[in-house]
């Protein structure tokens, strides 16, 4: 499709696993964002990539959360040995221009 | 560092009443502003933007004009309809020191109510 790709939809994992949520940006875009949306919480800045590499890296809450994108594309967000408190929404977003970003449906995490 | 604040709390109104939602920022630099609305089920989009100071952007009836002196980007509509009923956020992108980041406010919950 045109849009940015996020998968999975929905991931439910039990507390101390690793997971991964990948996003697949529009073709062409060179900026990429990861937010994370909980409930009254508004988006959280997690990290932004210019190309393969990520200028701001500010956001990521932990050591447990990394990022890594290749070939200017595909992104992957890990979150090693998962807590409760990492349940919330993670959205990835595109961009050409300065901050019209185009956002994915987003991967819903669930920490049981 | 740079920041966005909007109004506390859900807003509720009738059909064809004026909305307006509050957003103040704070930047290093010289921000673009934005707007964008998040409708039920759907995926963040953008709703209108403005580069610079006194720059007015408009999409669907919305407007926001960009003020420096008062650090603002209120939005507004005339008339709204049920089908605004949606989660806007305000947001801000500094690109002043090479850093391309959108700070986004927390949003607000319009229900528009028939």
């Known amino acids: 499709g045109a849009g940015v790709s996020q998968s999975p939809s929905n991931k439910v994992t039990e507390k101390g696993k690793d997971v991964e949520l990948r996003c697949d940006p529009i073709?062409?875009?060179?900026?990429l964002y990861w937010y994370r949306q909980s409930l009254g919480q508004g988006l959280e800045f997690l990290i932004y990539f210019q190309g393969n590499s990520a200028p701001d890296k500010s956001g990521l809450p932990s050591d447990r959360f990394s990022a890594e994108r290749t070939g200017g594309s595909v992104s992957t967000l890990t979150i090693q040995r998962t807590q409760q408190e990492d349940s919330a929404v993670y959205l990835c977003a595109s961009s050409l221009e300065i901050g019209e970003a185009f956002f994915g449906q987003g991967t819903r995490l669930t920490v049981v | 560092g740079n920041s966005v604040t909007q109004m506390e709390g859900p807003v509720t109104l009738s059909e064809e009443a004026f909305l307006t939602i509050n957003c103040t920022y704070t930047a290093t630099g010289y921000p673009s502003l934005f707007w964008y609305v998040q409708y039920p089920g759907e995926g963040l989009q953008l709703l209108l933007k403005?580069?610079?100071?006194?720059d007015k952007g408009s999409n669907k009836g919305f407007e926001a004009t960009y003020r420096k002196e008062t650090t603002s980007f209120h939005l507004e509509k005339g008339s709204v309809q049920v089908s605004d009923s949606a989660v806007y956020f305000c947001a801000l992108s500094d690109q002043s020191y090479g850093n391309n980041r959108l700070a986004f406010g927390k949003g607000n919950q319009v229900v528009v109510i028939p």
């Open positions: 073709s062409g875009h060179t900026a």
């Open positions: 403005a580069t610079k100071a006194d």
